[in-house]
């Protein structure tokens, strides 16, 4: 099904990470501008250095003659981003799985034969559906392939279902640009290795069918899986009743009654709502927007809430807390 003017002025193109988000809640689709690639932006984490790594590695070719210099691809990459392997969280970790993961990619991605044609992020588009993203690696030889590199917590012994969609949707692109499905579409973990789901043409018109149809879907449906990273929390209404209601356990929101500043520079914060008194501790100040002043309307997502009584709820704040002030302006 080819997709709609109207459907294109409110969504736009989709790309398969985005799907996942689009299918759990309509209302929390956002525009991904058209195919293209995007500027490589600062490294901040472990899985972008590895990605940058496996970028280089297979552009070099080094995969064939070096197998075992994608860890040392890793180093260059930190080098060139200005930071070293153990400042980043998880780098050593990631570092090793490299060292051990590197030979086993650089075997299967052999397995498609010497003349194969093997790229990197480069964009594959289905302009029809508007969808549109940028796998990992594309082979194509007397094996085709599409993989997608894990390298964190997603490093898991099976796909989630997020993933699982994600890959259908590669593949998916991947037909529409070369005529065919890969012979393999794959999640390539560095902690397990290969994981390979089934992309039967069935599996793959499902998905994308899934997509087209959230498309069409309208109104806000809130679920602790889609609203954890969603963008437009804080002024999400339908959101916020769902916490009223205790749907969504990692929300507060109310007026500050009390502010303080601990020896360590974490900020805890007193806060009445309508319903309940909450103290919030562990906030650190780069994750608030706004100030937070006593009397100011605030909004917190993924907290963790550690007790509840009459008196008062005690919640902790980590390292994906974000606090808003004055979310409603
Ligand atoms: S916050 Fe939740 S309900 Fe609101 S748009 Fe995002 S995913 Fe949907």
Redesign the pocket.
């Known amino acids: 099904m080819a997709v709609s003017a109207d459907t294109e002025a409110k969504i736009g193109w989709v790309t398969p990470a985005a799907a996942w ?1 689009l299918c ?2 309509p ?2 689709a956002s525009h991904s501008g058209g195919p293209h690639k995007p500027a490589p932006g600062p490294v901040e984490n472990a899985g972008q250095a590895a990605h940058l790594a496996l970028q280089s590695w297979i552009e070099s070719r080094s995969f064939i003659d070096r197998p075992e210099s994608l860890a040392q691809s890793f180093d260059d990459a930190c080098t060139s981003a200005g930071v070293h392997v153990s400042e980043l969280r998880n780098g050593r970790m990631t570092r090793a799985r490299l060292v051990a993961r590197g030979t086993q990619l650089a075997a299967l991605l052999a397995s498609a034969g010497s003349g194969a044609d093997i790229t990197c992020e480069e964009p594959l588009a289905d302009a029809s559906r508007l969808l549109w993203g940028i796998p990992d690696i594309v082979v194509r030889g007397s094996r085709t392939m599409v993989l997608d590199l894990k390298t964190g917590a997603d490093a898991a012994t099976d796909v989630s279902e997020s993933v699982r969609l994600q890959l259908l949707l590669y593949s998916h692109l991947f037909r529409f640009t070369y005529g065919a499905l890969p012979a393999v579409t794959a999640a390539f973990s560095l902690a397990h290795g290969l994981i390979e789901i089934p992309a039967q043409p069935e599996a793959v018109d499902l998905a994308v069918e899934s997509v087209i149809a959230a498309r069409h879907a309208t109104g ?4 602790p899986e ?2 954890r990273h ?4 804080f002024a ?1 209404e ?2 916020w009743a ?1 916490v009223h209601e205790g749907d969504l356990a990692d929300a507060l929101e109310g007026v500050i009654s009390e502010s303080a500043t601990a020896e360590s520079g974490l900020i805890a914060l007193r806060i009445s709502s309508q319903a309940s008194k909450h103290l919030v501790t562990g906030i650190s100040d780069e994750t608030i927007r706004g100030d937070v002043a006593v009397g100011s309307h605030v909004r917190i997502v993924r907290a963790l809430q550690l007790s509840s009584s009459e008196r008062q709820a005690m919640w902790r704040g980590g390292k994906t807390t974000a606090v808003e002030v004055d979310p409603l302006g």
Do not use: F, I
């Open positions: 988000r759990l809640c209302a929390s806000a449906r809130p679920s889609g609203c969603c963008p437009r929390r999400c339908s959101h769902a």
